[in-house]
């Protein structure tokens, strides 16, 4: 039996389900309100038990008074159970009918294989597409296993299982280059803390800087407040890295001094320590490149300047790095790339958390596919690739839904 229930009941009942994402709750049904979409919140019963749920965004369609309905990472429910997944389907559909929904698109948070950190499949993987052909055979049409971003939702995740390590265990399989960077926090005097209401501008300012860099179009500042507004009692949390200049000349000059008197030892005995005296100039020399960058950061930026900054999300089991931004003018010298990454890792391991999601990355691995670059930025923390069963559509209404393909086929000729 399916019935439709509360907001606040289906976020209650959902916290039982293990594979819970942030997708999956009413927080993240209110922002998408802002865009058209309401919500839909049903609940499965098998003799009086509670065995799966939905949530599901529908819009309205214009001339058609009928809805495109979107379930966001799919039921919550035991895909395994193909029996169990027929009876829900066979309930669901004449109910989503009623509700004049024309056509379903869901995309399961469910794996397909068990890959590792190259993308391989394991040796002792299991394999999930018979959750797929059950899917398809019960009418719903599968996407196909694409590689790229095609979907709604990208198909191909790279997560770190913080779970099962202490934060020290986990940093030793960061890469060599990436622990180095962020061990240089203290030394920087890189602060990582949470942004307030008032100051999510300044999430805003660092991601126009990286949108402008990379070539991609931004979310404007009102969305970033609406995000705020509606995810963030407890879900969302607007991250940002921050240098002291101040404090940070301070260090770095400590720290030349400290150099200087090495190189003066040395100096006592020029002809057997040829090689430690270059070696000594060399990193005096970086220093002092640093305290110069200091310097012209303060005078562009001002005192406490943010560096780099990190949407986070964190629901059910794990956290989400949703977004992400950078002052590239300044991001090489003090590293804050991989410092709040480091420190955002330790923090959802204190909170208890059991992956640290990296989130979207493609599924071509070949070093040439321009997405590349991203993969590699997040494998240098160690981690796994995600390869989820991906996107599946339901004709709910076939008339309805031939209707809606003409419409949406004039359309395009008339943008165009």
């Known amino acids: 039996m399916i019935i439709e229930i509360s907001k606040e009941e289906f976020d209650f009942e959902a916290k039982l389900f293990p594979d819970l994402t942030f997708y999956q709750s009413s927080n993240w049904a209110a922002l998408k309100s802002y865009t058209?979409?309401?919500?839909?919140?049903?609940?499965?019963?098998?003799?009086?038990?509670?065995?799966?749920?939905?949530?599901?965004?529908?819009?309205?369609?214009?001339?058609?008074?009928?809805?495109?309905?979107?379930?966001?990472?799919?039921?919550?429910?035991?895909?395994?159970?193909?029996?169990?997944?027929?009876?829900?389907?066979?309930?669901?559909?004449?109910?989503?009918?009623?509700?004049?929904?024309?056509?379903?698109?869901?995309?399961?948070?469910?794996?397909?294989?068990?890959?590792?950190i190259n993308g391989d499949i394991r040796e002792d993987s299991f394999d999930n597409t018979y959750i797929v052909e059950t899917l398809k055979e019960i009418g719903y049409r599968h996407n196909g296993y694409n590689l790229y971003y095609e979907n709604l939702q990208p198909r191909w995740l790279f997560r770190l299982?913080?779970?099962?390590?202490?934060?020290?265990?986990?940093?030793?399989?960061?890469?060599?280059?990436?622990?180095?960077?962020?061990?240089?926090?203290?030394?920087?005097?890189?602060?990582?803390?949470?942004?307030?209401?008032?100051?999510?501008?300044?999430?805003?300012?660092?991601?126009?800087?990286?949108?402008?860099?990379k070539g991609f179009i931004d979310?404007?500042?009102?969305?970033?407040?609406?995000?705020?507004?509606?995810?963030?009692?407890?879900?969302?949390?607007?991250?940002?890295?921050?240098?002291?200049?101040?404090?940070?000349?301070?260090?770095?000059?400590?720290?030349?001094?400290?150099?200087?008197?090495?190189?003066?030892?040395?100096?006592?005995?020029?002809?057997?320590n040829e090689g430690k005296i270059k070696e000594e100039l060399v990193t005096i020399n970086s220093l002092k490149k640093i305290v110069d960058k200091v310097n012209e950061c303060q005078k562009e930026r001002g005192k406490i300047v943010p560096l780099s900054v990190v949407c986070l999300l964190t629901y059910g089991k794990e956290a989400i790095m949703l977004l992400a931004g950078n002052d590239e003018d300044y991001l090489q010298q003090f590293n804050t790339s991989n410092i709040?990454?480091?420190?955002?890792?330790?923090?959802?391991?204190?909170?208890?958390?059991?992956?640290?999601?990296?989130?979207?990355?493609?599924?071509?691995?070949?070093?040439?596919?321009?997405?590349?670059?991203?993969?590699?930025y997040k494998k240098q923390y160690g981690g796994e690739v995600v390869e989820l069963i991906g996107q599946f559509e339901y004709t709910v209404n076939s008339f309805v839904k031939s209707l809606y393909d003409k419409m949406l086929k004039v359309y395009k000729l008339t943008k165009r």
């Open 36 to 116: 058209g979409w309401k919500a839909l919140y049903l609940k499965y019963l098998e003799n009086n038990s509670v065995e799966g749920l939905g949530l599901f965004l529908l819009k309205k369609m214009p001339l058609l008074n009928a809805y495109l309905a979107y379930s966001p990472r799919g039921y919550l429910i035991n895909y395994a159970d193909i029996e169990q997944l027929k009876n829900f389907n066979n309930e669901l559909l004449p109910f989503l009918k009623k509700k004049k929904v024309f056509q379903l698109i869901i995309d399961p948070y469910v794996l397909l294989h068990d890959r590792d």
């Open 161 to 213: 299982n913080i779970k099962d390590k202490s934060f020290e265990e986990l940093t030793k399989d960061f890469k060599k280059e990436a622990k180095r960077r962020a061990s240089k926090k203290d030394l920087f005097a890189i602060n990582v803390r949470e942004l307030n209401k008032d100051e999510v501008p300044v999430f805003k300012n660092l991601m126009n800087m990286t949108s402008v860099r």
């Open 219 to 272: 979310r404007p500042l009102g969305y970033y407040q609406q995000m705020y507004d509606t995810l963030g009692n407890g879900i969302l949390r607007y991250m940002v890295a921050e240098i002291d200049t101040d404090k940070c000349r301070e260090n770095i000059e400590t720290e030349i001094a400290k150099e200087e008197a090495k190189l003066a030892k040395l100096e006592l005995h020029k002809e057997r």
């Open 340 to 376: 709040i990454v480091s420190e955002l890792i330790k923090l959802c391991k204190e909170e208890g958390y059991s992956y640290y999601n990296f989130y979207g990355i493609t599924g071509n691995f070949d070093p040439k596919n321009e997405h590349y670059g991203l993969y590699t």
